[in-house]
């Protein structure tokens, strides 16, 4: 496959055997280009937007983060696998882009910045870097403003002037750390991690709180290099505008896990912060938890059934939310690579309108979520989670029901007369309808369909 731009802004190259765009531009505003793909077998091209300006994170940011799969035996044998993996299974050729490194990297403080450094784990984070950029994705970190991080590593302040720390081993010492130091490092670190190319920073502390969000985000601003600034954990409702305004994602929940009570717990909740998603800053009910999973470094199967991961993927996808596996990249089987290579399901996660979905409440424990797209159709799920309230189903579960139908009604969704309807899972053609349209959904599952006006 070799292929080809045109109209490329100035400072940007294309490579020919790879397709990948790299390089510099200043030229700011919207740019089309079109890129061609040539093999024996023809020829294709697509239309392909370059937005150049002081906003990033335009769609939700698509990667892999360490925590879920090997929480605190992260080591740079373990990113690069990680990344080669992404490479090698096709994700990349799918939008997955961010390799992200999870708490207890960090080290002494030190360098040229006075900013925390590597711990024996990770002996060169600018090679890691280089290693992860060559492969045509992109690397995150972790850090915090507090004293010390969750897991008892070095964080961003220091009671000390000269930033002096020294782990702290049990968990009742490691609590009296987890507070904002009287000096913070926040323009230290982020020139390091400028400087060893970092793309991405989960920022992890809980209240999350205006002064150091704002102080990390002025930092970011003047290291030099766009990065990602996800804030995490349980992000304050009250102060949703805030955090739209400094960060370009916001965890707004705690953690999750492969459990149906917590995913959709977590996800079908999300309606009351649809106003503050949008291109640039986006609302993260916390990672994926397909594949295999464990919190390190011993890993099972996601507890989620079949139906219950393809709605864990809808629910995010229509909430614009950050896709971020927390899965070991090596072991994904069949079934997971299917959910994740969807290119029409991932369309409705990436759509330039940037969009939440809203909830709309079916009754009987089903629930429709619209999403609008940018071309005027829409996303809509159909969920049969059945969890608002106890039933005799709960107590006796053989008495579940199997399936439901539910009825998409063209007026509820905003759509006028006809319509035609695609399931995105099947990838396929329902048909053309006159003001409604019914389908089965089973229980804990979806239906997931792309509807738009024929006119008439």
Known sequence: MTFSAQNLPEGLSLDPLTGRISGTTRTRGLHRITVSARNPWGRAERELRIVVGDTIALTPPMGWNSWNCWAGAVDDAKIRAAAKAMKDKGLVQHGWTYI???????????????????????????????????????????????????????????????????????????????????????????????????????????????????????????????????????????????????????????????????????????????????????????????????????????????????????????????????????????????????DEVLEVSQDPLGRQARRIDKGGGREMWVKDLEDGSKAVGLFFPANEKKTPADYFPWNKPSKTEMIVDAGEIGIAGRFRVRDLWQQEDIGIFDRAFTIEVPYHGVALLRISSVGG
């Open 100 to 342: 992200n490194i999870d708490d207890t990297w960090q080290g002494v403080r030190g360098g040229p910045y006075h900013a925390i450094q590597p711990n024996e784990k990770f002996p060169d984070m600018k090679a890691l870097s280089d290693y992860v950029h060559g492969l045509g994705l992109k690397l995150g970190i972790y850090s915090t403003p507090w004293i010390t991080s969750y897991a008892g590593y070095r964080g961003g302040s220091s009671d000390r002037k000269d930033g002096l720390w020294q782990k702290e081993e049990s968990p009742g010492q490691r609590n009296r750390s987890w507070k904002h130091g009287k000096f913070p490092f926040d323009e230290n670190d982020a020139r390091q991690w400028a400087e060893w190319g970092i793309d991405y920073l989960k920022y992890d502390w809980n209240p999350n709180n205006v002064e150091a969000v704002e102080r990390m985000q002025n930092a970011l601003n003047s290291c030099g290099r766009d990065i990602v600034y996800s804030l995490s954990n349980s992000a304050p409702f009250a102060q949703a505008s805030e955090w739209a305004r400094m960060a370009n994602a916001w965890r707004t929940t705690g953690d999750i896990t492969d459990a149906w009570a917590s995913m959709s717990g977590i996800g079908f909740s999300q309606d009351r912060w649809r106003p503050f998603a949008g291109p640039g800053h986006w609302n993260d009910p916390d990672m994926l938890v397909v594949g295999q999973v464990g919190w390190g470094p011993e890993l099972h199967p996601t507890r989620l059934t079949p139906d219950e991961q393809y709605t864990h993927i809808t629910l995010w996808a229509l909430l614009s939310a950050p896709l971020l596996l927390g899965c070991d990249l090596e072991r994904l089987d069949e079934f997971t690579l299917n959910l994740l290579f969807n």
